[in-house]
């Protein structure tokens, strides 16, 4: 049995931080999903240039192997914009379903998973021991996702941001498949006016009393 940590939420909500922090504090393993669909998005770009169709991306979707993904250059702001264009295609979200889930079979000798991404909650493990749903306002997003471009070299103004985060969160929040919503039993965080330690105590002591109440039934 593996204790199950789904959070959710929109981009620069702060939930890869979290995921990240929760993963290394209880020592379950990680699993950030969005790297899929832009793993999946960079092939498409790479074989078949910006005008794939969306037969190409269910081809790629059916040999997709996470292993053969080149995580440094995920992070572009093209990269996050074409994984939420190919993210709306049902078929590729009903393939990738497998790889998700086979996560937590894979751990299942380990004391815990953490997975992050928009729907993990709602479709990939509805039945988690415990949900998170992080957010925070576009400006702050915005401004956390210029440090991430900065960091990486990727020169982009503010504005610009603001207007890559409203297209996606409409996207990803519009889609007739596992849009992104809130899960109703999930633990509602906003990061707007907290520091990833303050958000990270937050979350923990919720964690720490599931999990208590776990290992009491799983003994
Ligand atoms: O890190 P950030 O929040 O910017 O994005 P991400 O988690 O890497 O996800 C990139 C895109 O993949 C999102 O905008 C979604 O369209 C899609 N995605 C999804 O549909 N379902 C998931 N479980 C994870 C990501």
Redesign the pocket.
Known sequence: MTFVVAI??????G??TLAIGISKKFNFSYF???????GLALQALDVHGENFTKNDVITLARNFSINSIDQES?RSSKI?KY??II??IPEV?SILIKI?RGFKEENLYQKGIVV?????GTV?FPNANIKFFVSASIEERAKR?LIDFSERNEIISYNEVIKQLQK?DQ??KERSV?P?VAAEDAHLVDTTCINKEEALKIVSSLIIVELDDYMKINK
């Not at 992050?116 to 993990?120: N, S, V």
Request: aromatic fraction near 2%; avoid cysteine.
């Open positions: 959710d939420g929109p981009a620069g909500s939930k890869g950030d999903t969005g790297s899929l669909y832009r995920l996050g994984s939420s993210a709306s979200r998700q992050d991404g928009r729907d993990i990939i996702r996606r996207r990803d596992a992104l």
